[in-house]
C-alpha cells in the first residue's frame, strides 16, 4: 500500500510557466520533508513541514502542509531550467524513526 | 563537512558474485538509512540504524542482503550472490533525528549493474 501519493507524476513546462504539484495521503504525519533530485545525484533536502496549515517559502517555491498534516504540495513561481528534476515528498509518523517516500514528480522545464 | 559519502560510485559484476556498497554517514547523524531506487519501484528502504543497532529490516528483499554498522562512522550493505535484478542505484542517508522531524542526507549514490 502506497501511503503517500504524488501527483502529477510527470509535469514539463515552459520556462516562466507556475506550477503546483501535490503530495496526498489517508494517514496523519508529524512532519512532511520534500526533497529535490538531479539525475545522477541523491534527494537534497528543501524543507521541513511540522504544524498543520504551515506556509514556507524557499525563494521561488512555496510549501503548504495540509490543515490535518496529511496532504502537502509545492508551488514554483516563474519555473527556470535550474528547477528540473525529481521532487519526492517524505511523511514521518510520530516516533516511527523512518519515513515513507512517494513515487515523486518529475519535473522539466524547457528553456 | 563533506556529507554522506558512498563507494563504489559504480559497480559492475556478474551474477553470482558478492558486493559490498560502503558508506560513512555525516559525524554527529545517529541514524543511518538504506535505500535502493528503480525505475519503477522508486525509493524502497532496505534497512535503517539507530545508534549503530538494526532498527527495521522488513525492507531487505532476501537473506540475500545483509547490513552491517560495526561503528558511528562507517556501514556496508552486502549482497551474495548477486542476481541481474538487484540492479538498481543504492542510497545511503543518514539523519541527526533534529526536533520536528527525520532530515535525511543522502549520499551520491551507487550505481549496481549485475550480468
Known amino acids: 500500500t502506497q501511503l503517500l501519493e504524488q501527483s502529477p507524476q510527470f509535469l514539463s513546462i515552459q520556462e516562466g510557466e507556475n506550477l503546483t504539484v501535490y503530495c496526498n495521503s489517508s494517514?496523519?504525519?508529524?512532519?512532511l520533508q520534500w526533497y529535490r533530485q538531479e539525475p545522477g545525484e541523491g534527494p537534497v533536502l528543501l524543507v521541513t513541514?511540522?504544524?498543520?496549515?504551515e506556509v514556507k517559502k524557499l525563494k521561488r517555491l512555496t510549501f503548504q502542509f495540509g490543515d490535518a498534516r496529511k496532504d502537502s504540495s509545492l508551488h514554483i513561481t516563474a519555473a527556470q531550467p535550474g528547477d528540473t528534476g525529481l521532487y519526492l515528498c517524505?511523511?514521518?509518523?510520530?516516533?516511527?524513526?523512518?519515513?515513507?517516500f512517494g513515487d515523486g514528480t518529475t519535473l522539466t522545464v524547457k528553456p | 563537512d563533506a556529507g554522506v559519502i558512498q563507494s563504489p560510485r559504480h559497480e559492475v559484476t556478474e551474477m553470482g558474485q558478492e558486493v559490498t556498497l560502503r558508506c560513512k554517514p555525516i559525524?554527529?547523524?545517529?541514524?543511518l538509512f538504506w535505500y535502493r531506487q528503480t525505475m519503477m519501484r522508486g525509493l524502497e528502504l532496505l534497512i535503517y540504524?539507530?545508534?549503530?543497532?538494526?532498527?527495521?529490516d522488513s525492507g531487505m528483499p532476501e537473506d540475500r542482503f545483509s547490513a552491517k554498522m560495526p561503528n558511528a562512522s562507517f556501514s556496508t550493505l552486502k549482497i551474495q550472490p548477486s542476481e541481474p535484478r538487484d540492479s538498481a542505484v543504492y542510497f545511503c542517508?543518514?539523519?541527526?533525528?533534529?526536533?520536528?522531524?527525520?532530515?535525511?542526507?543522502f549520499g551520491p549514490g551507487t550505481r549496481l549493474t549485475v550480468t
Open positions: 542517508a543518514s539523519s541527526g533525528q533534529a526536533g520536528g522531524g527525520i532530515e535525511q542526507y
Open positions: 494517514s496523519v504525519f508529524s512532519s
Open positions: 513541514v511540522v504544524t498543520g496549515g
Open positions: 517524505a511523511g514521518a509518523r510520530t516516533n516511527a524513526g523512518k519515513s515513507t
Open positions: 559525524s554527529g547523524h545517529n541514524s
Open positions: 540504524f539507530n545508534n549503530n543497532v538494526p532498527i527495521d
